[in-house]
């Protein structure tokens, strides 16, 4: 009798039997709501503790200062700007101030919240291992993936506190003016995910880690090999990825406007108009290009030039945080306009991680001929690289958590508390 044959003759095995949709969604809500009691436990303690509170008072007024600081940076910016276009005739075009403090306090915040992120989660199991409570919960009904998930989507909540706590200075950057929606919305929904990856991380490694202080001290760790080790990799990686590329000579266009010389006064002092004799690789055309466009051609005959194969490398730069929060954010078609504008810090982050990832035939100038923009469109982003890799780190780190909340323990360390 064959296998199909004894099958139709027994019927199923016992357990095996397929559950319904309905049963299957009555589980995964049992399921949320387990982890939920644990998410709302963690709260209730993090809120009994005056030092939380402390802590958000002094994030509060220190991004007031940065606040303050930036608005009077820019109000000195701005005025040597326009006194510079009046004496002139031209410059760059400034947006107001909302630009300027929403983009430095987001870095701000970055920074601050990779900081305090970590000492939010990588106590979360092995503190309560440590005071001896952890064991209550794994006697319970609780599964450790739900023990796993309530922690850390706890510690989470608590970092988001800290960004809802900077919520009024982001604010005053949008009333401010500059900002579009999708500027503003992107840009928080990024800052809010980094903090979750990093909330994974520490999560994941306290219940790794025996002791709590080496969790702690392992998750800043891993923050900074993100933040900076990446920089430094990419860095000696370009150096050791070096190549040839294919290009010829550039040569230079300026708009008929720059080189009008004005009338010497005596206020200007004599004029500085080139001699007769003067030459140069410079061409005078009517109209000026586009800003972010190429201003120059090609001449001469190609011939190889040395190149940093950055594009070999740039996977590595895209694991930063600072990077994936600027490059997901959507700026303007600079290649579509002819206005001179003032590029913003993390506009200036975002193309050079493009830069790398186009590597020397799109950055060279004349590379294989072709005048390159200066300016690379976002239609090849790197963001989703960098957060990729950056949830498979966290992933094998909370697939190896939740192993560890396993009970019955096999091992202990020594010296680990139970009850």
């Given at each position: 009798?064959?296998?199909?044959?004894?099958?139709?003759?027994?019927?199923?095995?016992?357990?095996?039997?397929?559950?319904?949709?309905?049963?299957?969604?009555?589980?995964?809500?049992?399921?949320?709501?387990?982890?939920?009691?644990?998410?709302?436990?963690?709260?209730?303690?993090?809120?009994?503790?005056r030092?939380?509170?402390?802590?958000?008072?002094?994030?509060?007024?220190?991004?007031?200062?940065?606040?303050?600081?930036?608005?009077?940076?820019?109000?000195?910016?701005?005025?040597?700007?326009?006194?510079?276009?009046s004496?002139?005739?031209?410059?760059t075009?400034?947006?107001?101030?909302?630009?300027?403090?929403?983009?430095?306090?987001?870095?701000?915040?970055?920074?601050?919240?990779?900081?305090?992120?970590?000492?939010?989660?990588?106590?979360?199991?092995?503190?309560?291992?440590?005071?001896?409570?952890?064991?209550?919960?794994?006697?319970?009904?609780?599964?450790?993936?739900q023990?796993?998930?309530?922690?850390?989507?706890?510690?989470?909540?608590?970092?988001?506190?800290?960004?809802?706590?900077?919520?009024?200075?982001?604010?005053?950057g949008?009333?401010?003016?500059?900002?579009s929606?999708?500027?503003?919305?992107?840009?928080?929904?990024?800052?809010?995910?980094?903090?979750a990856?990093?909330?994974?991380?520490?999560?994941?490694?306290?219940?790794?880690a025996?002791?709590?202080?080496?969790?702690?001290?392992?998750?800043?760790?891993?923050?900074?090999?993100?933040?900076?080790?990446?920089?430094?990799?990419f860095?000696?990686?370009?150096?050791?990825?070096?190549?040839?590329v294919?290009?010829?000579?550039?040569?230079?266009?300026?708009?008929?406007?720059?080189?009008?010389?004005?009338?010497?006064?005596?206020?200007?002092?004599?004029?500085?108009?080139?001699?007769?004799?003067?030459?140069?690789?410079?061409?005078?055309t009517?109209?000026?290009?586009?800003?972010?466009?190429?201003?120059?051609?090609?001449?001469?005959?190609?011939?190889?030039?040395?190149?940093?194969?950055t594009e070999?490398?740039?996977?590595?730069?895209?694991?930063?945080?600072?990077?994936?929060?600027?490059?997901?954010?959507?700026?303007?078609?600079?290649?579509?306009?002819?206005?001179?504008y003032?590029?913003?810090?993390?506009?200036?982050?975002?193309?050079?991680?493009?830069?790398?990832?186009a590597?020397?035939?799109?950055?060279?100038?004349?590379?294989?001929?072709?005048?390159?923009?200066?300016?690379?469109?976002?239609?090849?982003?790197?963001?989703p690289?960098g957060l990729?890799?950056?949830?498979?780190?966290?992933?094998?780190?909370?697939?190896?958590?939740?192993?560890a909340?396993v009970?019955?323990?096999?091992?202990?360390?020594?010296?680990?508390r139970?009850?």
């Open positions: 009798m064959s296998s199909h044959e004894e099958l139709a003759v027994r019927g199923p095995r016992p357990g095996r039997r397929r559950r319904s949709a309905r049963e299957r969604t009555t589980a995964a809500l049992a399921w949320v709501r387990g982890a939920w009691d644990v998410v709302v436990l963690e709260a209730k303690q993090r809120l009994r503790a030092g939380w509170y402390i802590m958000l008072a002094i994030w509060f007024v220190l991004i007031a200062i940065v606040t303050a600081l930036t608005w009077s940076a820019w109000e000195a910016q701005h005025a040597a700007t326009s006194g510079y276009a004496s002139t005739g031209y410059g075009v400034q947006a107001g101030p909302g630009v300027m403090i929403f983009e430095v306090v987001l870095a701000f915040v970055l920074f601050l919240a990779l900081v305090v992120s970590p000492a939010l989660s990588a106590n979360a199991v092995n503190g309560d291992r440590a005071q001896g409570t952890l064991a209550v919960l794994q006697t319970t009904l609780l599964t450790p993936g023990i796993l998930a309530g922690k850390l989507v706890a510690a989470w909540l608590a970092a988001l506190a800290f960004l809802v706590a900077a919520s009024p200075f982001l604010i005053i949008v009333v401010a003016g500059g900002l929606p999708g500027y503003v919305t992107v840009s928080l929904l990024m800052l809010a995910t980094e903090l990856v990093v909330s994974a991380i520490g999560t994941a490694l306290s219940a790794l025996g002791r709590p202080v080496f969790s702690i001290v392992v998750t800043y760790l891993v923050v900074a090999m993100l933040c900076v080790g990446t920089v430094i990799a860095a000696f990686g370009t150096v050791l990825s070096r190549g040839t294919q290009a010829n000579t550039p040569s230079y266009e300026v708009p008929a406007a720059r080189l009008q010389t004005p009338e010497p006064s005596a206020s200007t002092g004599p004029s500085l108009a080139p001699s007769p004799g003067y030459s140069s690789n410079l061409k005078v009517p109209a000026p290009s586009a800003v972010g466009g190429p201003t120059y051609t090609c001449i001469g005959s190609l011939h190889d030039q040395p190149a940093l194969r070999r490398v740039a996977w590595i730069l895209s694991m930063n945080p600072f990077l994936v929060v600027a490059d997901a954010i959507p700026y303007p078609d600079r290649l579509q306009t002819t206005v001179p003032a590029q913003g810090a993390i506009e200036a982050g975002s193309q050079a991680a493009r830069a790398a990832v590597g020397p035939e799109s950055t060279t100038a004349c590379a294989n001929g072709q005048p390159r923009p200066t300016y690379l469109s976002q239609r090849a982003p790197l963001w690289l990729g890799l950056q949830i498979v780190l966290a992933g094998a780190l909370l697939w190896g958590a939740r192993r909340l009970t019955p323990a096999r091992r202990l360390a020594k010296g680990t139970v009850a």
